[in-house]
């Protein structure tokens, strides 16, 4: 990852807002500085060893740091995690998510998990017995204490209640959660080289398998070849080492009776706890964030297909990427520990029949709505049916294309087989009379009966509609078979993002301006206005505008070999990758400013900030607190919102521009 200035100044504030001042001035050394031993963040830090060891135990317990020994000192050496630092930013979003797709018990698993960090499953278990048995012992008292002023079993109301407040109610519901998550990859076994980084690892590896196959060399370039695909066999079997747990849960028998019964739409563990295995209690596990990433990917791409079809189309949608994405780890693949799998992961992804939509489809969903009615003729058959085997091409300027491949557009919507748009073909024209469009109608006429023999065709509507879409969200790749090419698609929904901040920068103006860049290229300044039919004034007052905030950039061509500025071409060109990487440093400043002015606010109220701590006025400040007071701190609450709700649309934009 690029740790740009922004970047690195945001993580330590997330570090000194969440654990304190001590561990964020050593991570921000160490995102300076560079790997440094103790000794070196003794010099630049200022501290002394003591501080120093418990800063670091705090941002190694929380996998903020890598660390490992140098070869010819064995000198501990310590390096910043700047991806878990960021996530630290996501908290609220992954329980969130959790609580959505688990249910309330795996989220407050998951959330002890955030606050430890990282913890042996029997230091969670016993955690968890200890709070049980408080708030059984809570409640025993209060019944006691009540027993001679009530009775008929109103204590035992009242008792019921004080046991529903705990989410996990025994530890056999708590050893059922962990397996859920365990399996559903989002909580990883931490082992020897979990702490150590990519690089370190690929080099160790690559000088073990040198040694040991080819001590003097690959010699060749077959060799070479063999020594890459040995490396890769190496690394991923490292990477394995962390799902130990996964496979065994797999492996075991009734943990595969357990996955059975939950396939059938279950949402909490309660009633599966006797068939789950009992875990090692010596196994120390932590979140797996790359997951938790592939799961918020599927959320940020259902709410832009919301936005776009409804919400009866994404829910389809959304239904089949989770079961697309079931084997898929990752978003992004390492450049460093995915070297050889590219092709495994494309044919890993696999694709989705309609029959497994409907199985997975709750059946009080009424897929006819968001779908408009048209008759049977009017609608091109061989167009719907037309399935795409391969990922959709990237995009050529009009000039390659027409160079390229000799057609126009017009020609190639009159090949046979080379559109799937959905328009009518030539043939289907001849077949019944032109008409200025066809009659689409949203009133549904037909009986409920029809309507669940129909459901299949419902569904399949629904992803010929996602499949049309200019984003392409969903490719029909074989008979009854759709799957989704991520990397088109996230390319596009990129795009999307930045044209929305161009549009909300520049105006449409600008926007229609940078879209022509895009598909003709590099233009003169003076042929600009004819193709974008403006004013020059207007247009070049535009463009420096836009050149300003990044989006557009200039290039200077001169004419002969001398150069002056009156004798040069100047070319207008849109790099849409530089407009992204100034884009997300861009949204790094922002957020870092939304802290900053947090905490200034937080100084201002600090008085009172500190009287709404106190026990006797914490739940009760609307009456407690004196009318000024409380009117400081009722504003200070909406302004936080405020803030944390930008940082949450920012951190939505990183997402997609950098993760996923």
């Known amino acids: 990852m690029l740790v740009t200035k922004h970047l690195a100044e945001l993580c330590s504030l997330l570090i000194e807002e969440l654990y304190g001042e001590l561990p964020s001035r050593i991570f921000a050394t160490l995102i300076n500085r560079g790997r440094s031993s103790i000794p070196q963040l003794v010099h630049h830090t200022s501290m002394n060893p003591r501080q120093l060891r418990h800063g670091l135990a705090v941002l190694l317990q929380y996998n903020m740091l890598f660390y490992s020994a140098e070869p010819d000192t064995e000198v501990a050496v310590y390096e910043a995690n700047v991806e878990y630092a960021?996530?630290?930013?996501?908290?609220?979003?992954?329980?969130?998510?959790?609580?959505?797709?688990?249910?309330?018990?795996?989220?407050?698993?998951?959330?002890?998990?955030?606050?430890?960090?990282?913890?042996?499953?029997?230091?969670?278990?016993?955690?968890?017995?200890?709070?049980?048995?408080?708030?059984?012992?809570?409640?025993?008292?209060?019944?006691?204490?009540?027993?001679?002023?009530?009775?008929?079993?109103?204590?035992?109301?009242?008792?019921?209640?004080?046991?529903?407040?705990?989410?996990?109610k025994n530890t056999a519901q708590l050893n059922s959660v962990i397996c859920r998550l365990v399996e559903?990859?989002?909580?990883?076994?931490?082992?020897?080289?979990?702490?150590?980084?990519?690089q370190d690892i690929h080099k160790s590896v690559e000088k073990d398998v040198t040694e040991r196959l080819f001590p003097g060399g690959p010699k060749g370039g077959k060799a070479k070849v063999e020594l890459q695909d040995k490396i890769a066999e190496s690394l991923r079997k490292i990477r394995s080492e962390s799902k130990s747990l996964k496979r065994k849960l797999e492996q075991n028998v009734t943990s595969a009776k357990r996955r059975k019964l939950f396939s059938g739409g279950t949402s909490n563990g309660a009633h599966d706890e006797e068939v789950d295995p009992d875990l090692d209690s010596r196994q120390v596990i932590r979140i797996n964030y790359e997951k938790c990433l592939v799961d918020l990917r599927n959320r940020r791409l259902v709410q832009f297909a919301t936005d776009m079809y409804g919400e009866v189309t994404?829910?389809?949608?959304?239904?089949?990427?989770?079961?697309?994405?079931?084997?898929?780890?990752?978003?992004?693949?390492?450049?460093?520990?995915?070297?050889?799998?590219?092709?495994?992961?494309?044919?890993?992804?696999?694709?989705?029949?309609?029959?497994?939509?409907?199985?997975?489809?709750?059946?009080?969903?009424?897929?006819?709505?968001?779908?408009?009615?048209?008759?049977?003729?009017?609608?091109?058959?061989?167009?719907?049916?037309?399935?795409?085997?391969?990922?959709?091409?990237?995009?050529?300027?009009?000039?390659?294309?027409?160079?390229?491949?000799?057609?126009?557009?017009?020609?190639?919507?009159?090949?046979?087989?080379?559109?799937?748009?959905?328009?009518?073909?030539?043939?289907?024209?001849?077949?019944?009379?032109?008409?200025?469009?066809?009659?689409?109608?949203?009133?549904?006429?037909?009986?409920a009966k029809e309507m669940r023999l129909n459901r299949p065709a419902q569904l399949r509507q629904h992803l010929l509609l996602l499949s049309e879409s200019n984003q392409h969200f969903v490719r029909h790749c074989g008979p009854n078979e759709w799957t989704v090419d991520f990397v088109p698609l996230m390319s596009a929904l990129r795009e999307f993002e930045l044209d929305s901040v161009i549009e909300r920068t520049s105006g449409r103006q600008g926007l229609r301006l940078v879209r022509i860049?895009?598909?003709?290229?590099?233009?003169?300044?003076?042929?600009?206005?004819?193709?974008?039919?403006?004013?020059?004034?207007?247009?070049?007052?535009?463009?420096?505008?836009?050149?300003?905030?990044?989006?557009?950039?200039?290039?200077?061509?001169?004419?002969?070999t001398k150069a002056d500025v009156k004798k040069s071409f100047f070319l207008w060109f849109s790099d849409v990758d530089k407009s992204l990487a100034r884009l997300l440093d861009t949204s790094y400043k922002t957020t870092v400013r939304c802290i900053q002015v947090l905490e200034v606010l937080r100084?201002?109220?600090?008085?009172?900030?500190?009287?709404?701590?106190?026990?006797?006025?914490?739940?009760?400040?609307?009456?407690?607190?004196?009318?000024?007071?409380?009117?400081?701190?009722?504003?200070?609450?909406?302004?936080?919102?405020?803030?944390?709700?930008?940082?949450?649309?920012?951190?939505?934009?990183?997402?997609?521009?950098?993760?996923?």
């Open 184 to 198: 559903a990859d989002l909580i990883d076994v931490v082992h020897s080289r979990s702490f150590q980084t990519p």
């Open 603 to 660: 100084q201002r109220e600090k008085d009172v900030l500190e009287l709404t701590k106190r026990t006797d006025v914490r739940g009760r400040e609307k009456d407690v607190m004196r009318k000024e007071y409380f009117d400081r701190y009722s504003r200070f609450l909406e302004n936080e919102r405020k803030l944390f709700a930008q940082v949450m649309r920012l951190d939505d934009l990183v997402a997609v521009l950098r993760d996923f």
């Open 517 to 560: 860049l895009r598909t003709k290229g590099k233009l003169d300044e003076k042929a600009l206005p004819t193709v974008a039919l403006m004013k020059k004034p207007e247009v070049q007052q535009k463009m420096l505008e836009m050149q300003n905030a990044g989006f557009v950039h200039v290039q200077e061509v001169p004419r002969d």
């Open 86 to 168: 960021y996530n630290l930013i996501r908290t609220g979003k992954i329980l969130e998510m959790i609580d959505t797709s688990f249910g309330a018990p795996a989220k407050d698993v998951m959330q002890s998990l955030l606050l430890l960090g990282q913890a042996r499953i029997s230091d969670l278990v016993e955690a968890y017995q200890q709070k049980i048995d408080q708030a059984k012992k809570a409640a025993t008292e209060k019944v006691e204490d009540g027993d001679e002023f009530e009775v008929n079993g109103v204590n035992g109301h009242s008792d019921s209640v004080k046991k529903s407040d705990l989410l996990v």
């Open 314 to 447: 994404a829910y389809v949608y959304g239904v089949l990427l989770r079961l697309l994405t079931k084997p898929i780890a990752r978003c992004r693949p390492d450049p460093l520990m995915d070297i050889g799998e590219d092709d495994k992961d494309r044919q890993k992804l696999g694709f989705v029949t309609i029959d497994e939509i409907l199985d997975s489809l709750k059946t009080s969903v009424d897929l006819s709505l968001g779908l408009g009615k048209v008759a049977k003729h009017d609608i091109s058959s061989r167009a719907a049916d037309a399935i795409q085997e391969e990922p959709p091409k990237p995009k050529l300027y009009i000039e390659e294309a027409d160079v390229d491949e000799g057609d126009s557009a017009d020609e190639a919507k009159d090949s046979d087989g080379s559109n799937s748009s959905g328009s009518d073909s030539e043939s289907d024209h001849k077949e019944r009379p032109a008409t200025n469009g066809s009659k689409v109608q949203f009133a549904d006429s037909t009986s």
